[in-house]
Nanobody
Framework: QVQLVESGGGAVQAGGSLRLSCRTS????????TGWYRQAAEGTQRELVA????????QYSDSVKDRFTISRDNYRSTVHLQMNNLRPEDTGIYYC??????????WGRGTQVTVSS
């Protein structure tokens, strides 16, 4: 059973920074790709933010490229998302997920990020 636990959300002003972490356990191959999606408001679709493979290949959405950095610590089974120069439109619930591809099979409960102008 794969478990993902997010931490690090919070409230900041525009231009500020936050670092999200996602600790994963179980699953082995189910954690080939790990990353973050966000949901801006209830009922809206989750959008991809950033993903990283076991080998370290990364992918970012155009809206966060050059501001966010995803990294992984395989020894601690943790994936981090460093978010700099945050904007109000980055507000939402950030979900960590994992799977054999970016179509994740497993999800965490989410962590709230709020950016005020």
């Amino acid at each position: 059973q794969v478990q993902l636990v997010e931490s690090g959300g919070g409230a900041v002003q525009a231009g500020g920074s936050l670092r999200l972490s996602c600790r994963t356990s179980g699953g082995g191959y189910s954690r080939i790709v790990t990353g973050w999606y966000r949901q801006a408001a209830e009922g809206t679709q989750r959008e991809l933010v950033a993903i990283i493979t076991m080998g370290g290949t990364t992918q970012y959405s155009d809206s966060v490229k050059d501001r966010f950095t995803i990294s992984r610590d395989n020894y601690r089974s943790t994936v981090h998302l460093q978010m700099n120069n945050l904007r109000p439109e980055d507000t939402g619930i950030y979900y960590c997920g994992s799977g054999r591809s970016q179509e994740f099979d497993y999800w965490g409960r989410g962590t709230q990020v709020t950016v005020s102008s």
